[in-house]
């Protein structure tokens, strides 16, 4: 069985399974931007006392689940989502929505995931991606990172689905409970509200470990990691965080370019120029991130390694601190028609 | 829009979101960019690193196979207690070779499973995949 689904190959997992969700009740409107921004899926944190791959902790977008979350609380969608003890529950509920028509969502972990590459398997347990039907012991599977759409056997997509460790996903299934249509006044709607909560988010989260201020207080830590780790655990440090802000899933520039997409979408439907002129701020900050990424890829490909360096690391963290303050303030001061 | 071959990228290219002549976001297709993939070598450079150090350290009977596969799999102890249902502390035992040569086959058995490989691969520390 076969559900009646186009496979869009997207930038980032989540927001590209929220788009392809939302796609035939929103006539294709809610773009991967779209569903990124109105989700407020813009963030930074670091949190130091927790290792991941024996590297420091570090997100460039939202907590996962939250942007599928909000994109259809702002756009007034009920959401369904169900986590299972048992895996023959699971793959039962699955396929009962299979039956009744629903492409569904669901959180898997990427180290069991076969058709990944064997370099990008770690114990990443919030990737996200679409199963829309069956055909013999095979799930076709429409992962939004991949160019097509690929299949999965019921044994594979059960380990993906119960990987353990962090952020486990227990068989998690998510969907839009919706048959209407979304109109451009909810989008509009929408789209201040994710603004709105992303302003919050990144300007007003207390603590300096997150927002604005998380960015400013990585690279003040940046500056240490020379003295303190050494260089050779320094560079794999830097190495983290640039695979954090780079890799699959981010477009690029650790989501910036994703975010200042999203704002010249959201002028089209809310005609604000300001907002124009703050996506090139966004833009401005993604292109910092990635001189900042060279400057550590300088660092752990050896070719760079002095105290200076490092400093010169932690300076641009703290220039990207400071303009996306002033890009965020910008939004939060926008005086909406 | 940088096009360096990835490991990635002869699989799937990636969607990447850029800025046209006019200044119009577009998303554009990439196959890697040198500055990420070296990142990702860096860390599987580590990791082979950890993973001879940890078979040095069962050889010289400093501690048990657990730890080489534990690097060979990119686990920790959380993780694999997850995994196996052991608790922390009984793996942290487990990891002692001493501890580890009494295991009984049904323990051992929830560690094989838990790293994919087969229980008499687990005590030799052989693996198959490269």
């Known amino acids: 069985m076969k559900l009646d689904f186009e496979h869009i190959q997207s930038a980032h997992c989540e927001s590209g399974v929220t788009s392809s969700l939302l796609r035939k009740s929103s006539l294709n409107k809610i773009t991967e931007p779209l569903a990124f921004g109105i989700g407020a899926g813009l963030f930074f ?18 907590f996962p ?33 299979l039956d009744e028509g629903n ?41 939004p990172v991949m160019e097509n759409p690929t ?20 068989g998690q299934i998510y969907y839009p409970k919706f048959n209407g249509t979304i109109t451009d006044e909810q989008i509009k709607k929408a789209i201040k509200a994710g603004i ?76 604000q120029d300001e907002l124009l002129e703050i996506s090139k701020l966004f833009t401005q900050a993604g292109d910092l991130w990635r001189t900042a990424a060279v ?22 963290l703290i220039e990207i601190s400071v303009l996306e303050k002033e890009a965020f303030l910008a939004l939060k001061n926008i005086k909406w028609h | 829009m940088p096009q360096d071959m990835s490991s990635l990228g002869k699989i799937t290219k990636e969607v990447c979101y850029a800025t046209d002549s006019s200044g119009k976001y577009v998303t554009e297709l990439s196959s890697g ?15 082979e690193e950890r993973k001879a150090k940890a078979k040095q ?41 001493e501890v580890f040569k009494d295991l009984s086959d049904k323990k051992l058995q929830k560690y094989a499973e838990a790293f994919n490989v087969k229980v008499d691969d687990l005590k030799t520390m052989t693996v198959h995949e490269a």
């Open chain 1, 45 to 62: 944190v670091y949190v130091p006392i927790i290792k991941i791959n024996n590297g420091p902790a570090i997100a460039f977008r939202t």
């Open chain 1, 65 to 97: 689940g939250l942007i599928f979350k909000r994109t259809c609380n702002a756009l007034g969608i009920p959401v369904v989502r169900k986590k299972f003890r048992s895996k023959e529950q699971a793959e039962n509920y699955l396929k009962q929505q």
């Open chain 1, 103 to 143: 492409p569904v969502g669901c959180q898997v972990g990427v180290y069991y995931l076969s058709y990944f590459p064997r370099e990008y398997r770690f114990h990443f347990n919030a990737h996200n991606l679409i199963v829309y039907g069956k055909e013999d012991d095979n799930y076709l599977i429409s992962d």
């Open chain 1, 151 to 170: 299949t999965l056997t019921s044994y594979e997509l059960e380990r993906v689905r119960f990987s353990k460790g962090a952020l486990a996903p227990r």
């Open chain 1, 196 to 271: 709105k909560r992303n302003v919050n988010q990144m300007l007003r989260i207390p603590g300096r470990f997150a927002g604005v201020r998380g960015i400013r207080y990585t690279g003040e830590k940046i500056k240490k990691w020379r003295d303190k780790l050494g260089l050779q655990k320094a560079g794999l440090y830097l190495a983290q965080l640039v695979r954090m802000q780079e890799e699959i899933g981010t477009g690029g520039g650790g989501f910036r370019y994703i975010y200042a997409a999203f704002l010249q979408e959201a002028h089209v439907y809310l005609q």
């Open chain 1, 295 to 316: 400057q550590a890829a300088g660092i752990y490909k050896g070719r760079i390694g002095s105290q200076e360096d490092f400093n010169l690391m932690g300076d641009y």
């Open chain 2, 33 to 47: 960019w040198d500055v990420k993939i070296t990142a990702l070598d860096a860390a599987w450079a580590d990791i």
């Open chain 2, 57 to 97: 350290q069962v050889l010289n009977g400093e501690a048990s196979p657990l730890l080489f596969f534990m690097e060979y799999r990119l686990m920790d102890i959380s993780i694999l207690s997850d995994y196996t249902g052991f608790w922390k502390w009984q793996i942290k035992r487990h990891l002692k070779p």
